[in-house]
């Protein structure tokens, strides 16, 4: 299976407008005893339902939830998500795994029905490599917006999941509870600004960029 054959689809889901993603390869063999190929996704926000439409309809078949951070909108969906697959796995960076089921932790406490999500089934940790779809993906601890955050590189399609890390022009909030400024900064300068320019970025909310882009016009940098 080629490295470049990972396919990654893109949905903004809800009134927050969080970017989250369905990993697959369109050429991929079924899995074994099933006409479903393997999915993978990253971060379910509010409201995800066409993103469970674009699994169902391409005849997926999600092998586990990889989040970038535990913040109610990029884990809003994960009982919906359940709710089709009650099995599927979900992964966080162990300083987040409380996150998930406190409502102080995931920021929904504000929210007329706070969010306690499915506790995670597993984590993931700085310097990890995970073989999604047959590609290899590197997992960068980037906390500063969260204390768990994660960055999910792809090296060989020059591609980085950054969460809510670095933003187009922009960089995470550092003001809730349980952010760091300096921590923030510290992930972005050794995380990610070490990555190739070319590294196209997916960030949680708005338009992709490249390192190259923000290390030269990010006003935040």
């Avoid at 599927?88 to 995931?106: G, K, R, S, V």
């Avoid at 997916?202 to 030269?216: D, K, M, N, V, W």
Wanted: aromatic share 10%.
């Amino acid at each position: 299976m080629a490295n470049d054959s990972l396919h990654i689809q893109t949905f903004v889901l809800g009134e927050w407008q969080t970017n989250c993603f369905v990993l697959h390869n369109p050429a991929g063999e079924p899995l074994p005893g099933s006409d479903l190929k393997p999915c993978w996704i990253i971060d379910a926000g509010f409201e995800p339902y066409k993103m469970i439409d674009y699994i169902k309809r391409n005849k997926l078949l999600p092998q586990a939830v990889l989040l970038t951070h535990a913040h109610l909108d990029h884990i809003a969906g994960l009982i919906d998500v359940r709710r089709y697959w009650p099995d599927l796995a979900i992964f966080i960076h162990p300083a987040e795994t409380a996150f998930l089921t406190d409502p102080m932790l995931n920021l929904s406490a504000f929210l007329p029905e706070p969010m306690v999500m499915p506790e995670a089934t597993g984590t993931i940790e700085h310097g990890q490599t995970l073989s999604i779809a047959g590609c290899s993906c590197v997992l960068r601890h980037t906390p500063g917006h969260s204390p768990g955050g994660i960055t999910f590189y792809f090296p060989t399609l020059k591609t980085a999941i950054v969460g809510d890390t670095l933003f187009q022009n922009s960089v995470g909030r550092f003001d809730f509870p349980t952010s760091d400024e300096a921590t923030l900064f510290n992930s972005i300068r050794q995380q990610l600004l070490t990555l190739p320019d070319e590294t196209r970025v997916l960030p949680g909310h708005g338009p992709a960029t490249t390192i190259g882009h923000e290390r030269e016009t990010n006003p935040y940098l």
